[in-house]
């Protein structure tokens, strides 16, 4: 019979912690082997697709084994670690697991995950590692416990506190080891490599980017996206935006106005609005959008819920609110989940238009550029205006070119005469 070993009392099994997640990598372990826990205490930080997330203990006892180190992965379900009471017999506990974990079933990712890639030899020079300054290591991992003052001194600074060595207790980092540290080289490329020489660092797909290059590889390939371009006028919407912000607290982005008219536009068109379901298309009439969030590792969307119900204030106070969580790896799952549409803005980067990869199951997603000034016809003269360029881009299964182009009238309409959004 299969043992379930979820339900042995000393053995904890590497949870799911998002929808998508079938590994995760210990960030860091703010326990160690012969500690004390207790029921709600940190176990470990663990990087998963989406963040980096406290595991809390559910049980009581003395943390007798650990089932990998800081920086290496685990699967889904398999030994994280042994939580009991001394005089336990671990050896017999973890080959036990280990031997359920070595089926054919459950080894062959691993397997795949750990295959080597031949590359025939080259005729040409040899490839000669180009020398560089010595690094700085890491000397925390996962969580970094620091003062309130020392945190603020390494912002100023522009520090990163991983590679500073703590003298307070628990190794606590202190404004005292902020004055007496010295930065090394954290960059290989800070050295200049000798002329005629190949040089290169390699680095270790996390586990974020390799979720997004599954999932969006597997959008692009398996759904037959076709494109929508339209310019959109913005005097209106820049003198508006100018009229909100003069006495608000909040201050209104134009990003915000048009996650705004999006959402309105979605209310009008339900089938743009929609998720492919293998089976079947689910037509939705909420309005969840996912906003894009660059971040270090890559890509996060966390969802802006019911954006159509939502003032241009509450929308700007989310969204600023998910950037800052992003940044700080602290989004949870429920702020990753449930889209019906999303939007990425590269507009702040000075991208004039572009087209963005689906974002499954929604069967659209809008890609905004940057407002720029070019010249448009008013009145039959050629005058300055303020233009932006967006892309919608279709699941041709789900939305056709008819039901894109009305949604993009719509926006359209509603962001030239931003009036129509307070009615």
Not at 40 to 47: F, K, Q, R, S, V
Not at 269 to 289: A, L, Q, T
Not at 357 to 375: F, H, K, M, T, Y
């Amino acid at each position: 019979d299969t043992i379930d070993f979820s339900k042995m009392e000393e053995v904890v099994l590497m949870p799911r912690l998002s929808d998508t997640m079938t590994e995760g990598v210990i960030a860091g372990w703010q326990k160690k082997v012969g500690d004390s826990v207790k029921k709600g205490e940190i176990l470990a930080d663990i990087e998963t697709d989406k963040a980096t997330m406290e595991l809390e203990s559910y049980k009581d006892g003395i943390l007798l084994y650990q089932g990998a180190n800081a920086g290496e992965k685990i699967l889904v379900n398999q030994l994280l670690c042994i939580i009991g009471q001394p005089g336990l017999d671990i050896d017999a506990i973890v080959k036990s697991v280990k031997s359920a974990s070595d089926s054919p079933a459950a080894s062959a990712p691993v397997a795949q995950e750990s295959k080597a890639i031949a590359t025939p030899a080259s005729t040409a020079a040899p490839v000669v590692a180009a020398p560089v300054a010595p690094a700085a290591s890491v000397v925390n991992e996962g969580r970094i416990f620091a003062s309130p003052l020392a945190k603020k001194i390494a912002k100023e600074k522009g520090l990163d506190l991983k590679y500073v060595k703590g003298s307070g207790e628990h190794g606590r980092i202190t404004k005292t080891d902020l004055d007496n540290y010295t930065p090394a080289s954290t960059n290989a490329y800070t050295a200049s490599a000798p002329i005629g020489q190949v040089s290169f660092e390699d680095t270790p797909v996390s586990q974020m980017r390799k979720v997004i290059a599954k999932r969006l590889s597997e959008s692009l390939f398996t759904a037959p996206h076709f494109y929508l371009t339209m310019k959109i006028n913005m005097d209106a919407a820049i003198q508006a935006r100018t009229l909100l912000n003069e006495d608000a607290n909040t201050k209104i982005s134009f990003n915000d106005m048009i996650v705004k008219a999006t959402a309105l536009s979605l209310k009008q068109h339900p089938k743009v609005n929609s998720s492919w379901m293998g089976d079947f298309i689910r037509e939705n009439y909420h309005v969840n959008i996912g906003i894009a969030v660059a971040v270090d590792e890559g890509l996060l969307v966390p969802v802006l819920r019911f954006a159509d119900s939502l003032s241009l204030s509450q929308i700007s106070g989310n969204v600023k609110e998910f950037a800052k969580k992003a940044k700080e790896k602290k989004l949870q799952p429920a702020d990753w989940e449930g889209s019906t549409f999303t939007i990425s803005n590269l507009g702040m980067f000075g991208i004039d238009s572009f087209t963005a990869i689906i974002n499954p199951p929604d069967a659209c997603i809008l890609a905004v550029g940057g407002i720029s000034q070019e010249p448009v016809v008013k009145g039959g003269q050629v005058v300055p205006g303020n233009v932006m360029n967006v892309t919608l881009s279709c699941d041709h299964r789900v939305v056709d070119g008819a039901t894109g182009s009305a949604f993009l009238q719509t926006l359209k309409r509603l962001l030239e005469e931003p009036l129509r959004m307070f009615l």
